[in-house]
């Protein structure tokens, strides 16, 4: 255990109508490539599966209780670190 870069908490605003919370991922600014790495009731969730030392790029999407999917927020650019020092 320890930090090593891979995981990281999503914080983000809530909507009222959102039922469901939706995390993309992508390498590229432009969101090329996005996967959808994590579903969340809530903002807070842990993300996993990351690399650290890499530039990526986070999107947040909801779905409301209809199944209307929103657009996605605007982009956050993020790089993790790997700080586990016992390798």
């Known amino acids: ?3 090593d870069g891979t995981c990281c908490h999503v914080n983000f605003r809530e909507a009222a109508a ?3 919370y939706h995390v993309w991922v992508s390498a590229y600014p432009d ?3 996005a996967v959808a ?3 969340m009731p809530h903002s807070g969730g842990l993300l996993r599966n990351l690399r650290p030392a890499v530039p ?6 909801y779905t409301d209780a209809g199944g209307q999917v929103s ?3 605007n ?3 993020i790089e993790l670190v790997d700080a586990f020092g016992r390798k």
Request: aromatic content about 16%; proline content about 4%.
């Open 31 to 33: 969101g090329r490539g």
């Open 75 to 77: 982009r956050l650019q």
């Open 71 to 73: 657009r996605p927020s």
């Open 37 to 39: 790495l994590a579903a």
């Open 1 to 3: 255990w320890g930090y």
């Open 18 to 20: 959102a039922a469901a």
């Open 56 to 61: 990526l790029y986070l999107w947040v999407s």
